[in-house]
Nanobody
Framework: QVQLVESGGGLLQPGDSLRLSCAASGGTFSAYAMGWFRQAPGKQREFVAAISWGGRQTTYADSVKGRFTISRDNAKNTVYLQMNSLKPEDTAVYFC????????????????????WGQGTQVTVSS
């Protein structure tokens, strides 16, 4: 059983930067593909970014491409989401997710592909 705990959310202004962290425990972190999702009030949870367990493959939603960067430190059992040039439409609860992958290059972009989820951290971007 993998436990995920997100941190780093907060209240930001447009144009600000923020880094979210997701600490994993209870499993072999280096064998898990990881992802970030977000859910705004009244909207469905949406994919943000994903990273393979090898760390070499990443993919992003079009809405965040070029502004957000996902990375991982397998030695620290942590995945990060660096968010730059934040916009009001980035306001949401951000969740990290994990699932085992047999391939070091696998990327999962659908919520149904992830078995483990964190509790979420709120990011609010407002002037």
């Amino acid at each position: 059983q993998v436990q995920l705990v997100e941190s780093g959310g907060g209240l930001l202004q447009p144009g600000d930067s923020l880094r979210l962290s997701c600490a994993a425990s209870g499993g072999t972190f280096s064998a898990y593909a990881m992802g970030w999702f977000r859910q705004a009030p009244g909207k469905q949870r949406e994919f943000v970014a994903a990273i393979s367990w090898g760390g070499r493959q990443t993919t992003y939603a079009d809405s965040v491409k070029g502004r957000f960067t996902i990375s991982r430190d397998n030695a620290k059992n942590t995945v990060y989401l660096q968010m730059n040039s934040l916009k009001p439409e980035d306001t949401a609860v951000y969740f990290c997710a994990a699932d085992r992958s047999s391939l070091s290059t696998s990327l999962f972009t659908a919520a149904r592909e992830y078995r483990y989820w964190g509790q979420g951290t709120q990011v609010t971007v407002s002037s």
